[in-house]
């Protein structure tokens, strides 16, 4: 174990029972505590005192792991000690120095924080006979001579964490603890298993996914070249589950609400990003990664928590993909069902109505200064389970939460948990940032033009632009699956226009600018023959169709503007600026084919590999407005074992990918880990 997570764990206090009542200005959890309670341990029990017979004592205690943890399926995870699920029972073995015998009386206790407390859950007695304890539930299983066989059930709103592991047994005046012994420190997780339990999933295989599942997909790109990046989330790794307990010390989240799953959430979608919080991941979306790691040289979440929890520093840098990846590692280490999903072309709407603004100037070109919202290629958040008892019955389920910094929440960054049945009616009056999910599923696309006046025109509307498609990873394998009917009606439908009409009376405006009737559009294509999509590096053709539904001839001046964009829609470079006039018949449609050959862009890619075309024309009456962002592919890794792979040898592997580009490549970096097999690595190649 690393020295800062020991560091983090508190010495406890040992006191008499009716001592244990103090108030809390009277606990410290200093060195010196623990010396005191040693000494207690050696006065109350003299040993040449014991009465004939013996008076019972404690020899030893073990947590059984290798018996338990194949029933709370938590053998994967790489620690000594015992991790087991709430609600559910698990055994110890507590051996005395004699076998008991009537009227002997002893209790186990399990304590959690710096301050264990009886009535707030954190201080926990099991009894065994007719003696009262706690409410977590013991008896006695099994007698094996000097041996018992302990059953213990945590209930199902246990707090969850590392508890400390004490038998005492009493004795006339007073009570004789075992010692502090970290081997008997016992991890107590959500149990998505447990009918009772407020995350409780009732499909087993989407338990063995959504909980179990080390590795994942998450998908980039955009809805026509959708890209699978493999991340390990890795939540069995040694050193993981000490990592995401430390997030929430970090947080300081008192002990006592750390059973409650969306208190819980909560704070771990604050505290995933580093943004006023000292989270875990600084957020940077720009070409220069030179004070951390770039957002793309991740592989997985592991060495990220690692990190920071030995180090206690916000780790550099994440976008919504890492901060995602990571957060489904913290959730489905702690036991909650997790799982990442992309939305594709999202709306990031600054202004917080349902309007996505676009700002052109008077001659066409977009007004880059004056517009604050953009168009996300696409965006990832998580989805939790959860059973939503705070709610109204009919909202429990798949329920949003997000960690990537973005509106404040209660003053802090942090996003849900939002009900995706609630987002999906429109129901938005429910906890928490039901309105800005909604935001993002539903934003309306305005165009305005300004004048040199900073007047807004609005000239076009588009309704069914944002809010695309939502994949998922599917159960079996790593192809996506379509979530999209989970979060909206179908467009236009009655159902959708109920939705729209709710999502109103809740606040959201809609855009109602009266656009007039425009007899032009225009629509722009890009492709590689004869591929459909294009591969970075590769010249691409541009179609740009102006079509005309007025019966009298059109003459359209117009304008082609080329940029390098981040997946956030905001624009990184301008490559391409190309003025053109087209003449369009009445009633017609002309293409006009515009190269861009790869030089033109590649010198401004830096780290993004999205383009961005937008068309603007104007004849003396009309304007019209058209965008295309274009993903370029990036070649595929290929990976191969050579020689034959035995157990307990070395294998070697041959990863090969084929440049693109027609220079030669210099200042490579290539990553890799194996959930259980390998930590990650990075190799340099000039
Ligand atoms: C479990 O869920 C999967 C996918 O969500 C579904 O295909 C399967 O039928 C479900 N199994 C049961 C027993 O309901
Ligand atoms: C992004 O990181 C670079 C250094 O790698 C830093 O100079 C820049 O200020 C960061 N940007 C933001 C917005 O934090
Ligand atoms: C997000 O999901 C909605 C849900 O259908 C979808 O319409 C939209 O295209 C996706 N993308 C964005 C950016 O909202
Ligand atoms: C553009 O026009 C050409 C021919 O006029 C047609 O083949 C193509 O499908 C059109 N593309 C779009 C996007 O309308
Ligand atoms: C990479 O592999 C996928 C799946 O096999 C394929 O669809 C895609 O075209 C490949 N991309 C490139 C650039 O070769
Ligand atoms: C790469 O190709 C471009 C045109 O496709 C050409 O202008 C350039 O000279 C080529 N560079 C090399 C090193 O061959
Ligand atoms: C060729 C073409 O698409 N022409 C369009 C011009 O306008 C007429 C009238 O609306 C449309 O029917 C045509 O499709």
């Not at 623990?34 to 205690?61: C, H, I, K, M």
């Not at 295989?205 to 699978?228: A, C, F, K, M, T």
């Not at 999502?503 to 459909?532: F, K, W």
């Not at 157990?647 to 027609?662: C, E, G, K, L, Q």
């Amino acid at each position: 174990m690393n020295p800062k997570l020991s560091g983090s764990l508190r010495i406890l206090l040992i006191t008499i029972p009716d001592a244990l009542q103090l108030p809390t200005s009277n606990f410290n959890d200093d060195e010196d505590d623990f010396q005191e309670f040693e000494a207690f341990d050696n006065d109350l029990t003299p040993r040449g005192f014991a009465p004939a017979g013996g008076s019972l004592a404690v020899q030893n205690v073990d947590m059984l792991r290798q018996r338990n943890s194949p029933k709370h399926f938590t053998n994967e995870y790489d620690i000594e000690n015992l991790v087991v699920r709430r609600g559910q029972q698990f055994m110890m073995q507590v051996t005395f120095n004699r076998p008991l015998a009537d009227g002997d009386d002893f209790q186990v206790e399990f304590l959690i924080g710096s301050n264990p407390t009886a009535s707030k859950g954190s201080l926990v007695v099991v009894t065994f006979g007719d003696r009262k304890g706690g409410p977590w539930e013991g008896e006695i299983v099994e007698h094996q001579g000097e041996s018992v066989i302990l059953g213990i059930t945590p209930t199902a709103n246990a707090i969850v964490g590392k508890f400390r592991t004490y038998v005492a047994v009493v004795a006339g005046s007073g009570m004789q603890r075992t010692k502090r012994d970290t081997s008997t420190d016992l991890y107590v997780l959500f149990n998505a298993w447990c009918a009772e339990d407020a995350v409780f999933l009732a499909n087993e295989s989407e338990r063995r996914e959504y909980v179990l599942n080390d590795y994942g997909v998450i998908y980039q790109g955009s809805l026509g070249s959708v890209v699978n990046r493999d991340w390990i989330y890795g939540q069995f790794e040694r050193g993981v589950l000490d990592a995401c307990i430390h997030i929430l010390d970090a947080s300081r989240m008192p002990i006592y609400d750390r059973g409650n799953v969306i208190k819980l959430v909560r704070k771990g979608s604050a505290m995933i990003n580093a943004q006023d919080d000292s989270g875990v991941l600084v957020g940077n979306w720009s070409n220069d990664y030179s004070m951390g790691q770039s957002p793309t040289s991740w592989t997985g979440s592991v060495k990220i928590l690692l990190q920071y929890a030995n180090t206690g520093v916000s780790v550099s840098y994440a976008q919504c993909w890492v901060f995602a990846g990571v957060f489904n590692t913290f959730l489905r280490a702690l036991g909650v069902p997790s799982r990442v999903v992309t939305n594709f072309s999202s709306a990031h709407d600054n202004t917080g109505n349902l309007k996505t603004d676009l700002i052109f100037k008077e001659d066409g070109t977009p007004d880059e200064r004056n517009t604050r919202d953009s168009i996300w290629n696409y965006h990832c958040w998580n989805e939790v389970w959860i059973t939503r008892q705070d709610l109204p019955s009919g909202f429990e389920g798949w329920q949003v939460v997000d960690a990537t910094p973005q509106e404040t929440s209660d003053g802090h960054f942090r996003c849900g948990p939002a009900s995706v049945k609630a987002i999906k009616e429109g129901l938005l009056c429910h906890p928490y940032d039901a309105g800005f999910v909604f935001a993002e599923v539903n934003s309306d696309l305005v165009f305005h033009k300004r004048d040199r006046f900073g007047t807004l025109t609005p000239y076009r509307v588009e309704t069914d632009l944002i809010g695309l498609a939502v994949y998922t990873k599917a159960l079996n394998g790593n192809s996506p699956v379509d979530v999209t009917l989970n979060y909206k009606y179908p467009e236009g439908s009655t159902e959708d226009t109920a939705t729209m009409t709710r999502a109103e009376e809740y606040g959201c405006e809609r855009d109602h600018s009266e656009i007039p009737d425009n007899p032009l559009s225009v629509s722009i294509h890009a492709e590689q023959v004869p591929h459909l999509s294009v591969l970075l590096g590769q010249d691409v053709s541009l179609q740009v169709n102006f079509t005309n539904r007025s019966i009298s001839e059109k003459t359209i001046k117009a304008h082609l503007a080329g940029s390098i964009v981040f997946y956030t829609g905001v624009t990184s470079n301008r490559f391409k600026n190309h003025e053109f006039s087209v003449t369009v018949p009445g009633t017609e449609t002309i293409t006009q084919v515009i190269p861009v050959p790869s030089q033109e862009y590649t010198p401004h890619l830096g780290s993004q590999v999205s383009l961005n075309f937008i068309v603007t024309g104007k004849s003396e009456e009309d304007s019209v407005t058209g965008i295309k962002v274009l993903n370029l592919l990036t070649p595929n890794l290929t990976v191969q074992l050579s020689g034959r792979s035995r157990v307990r040898h070395m294998m070697y592997m041959t990863v090969s990918f084929t440049n693109p580009f027609n220079f030669s490549l210099g200042n490579v970096y290539m990553a890799m880990e194996g959930p259980g097999m390998m930590s990650y690595r990075r190799r340099y190649y000039k």
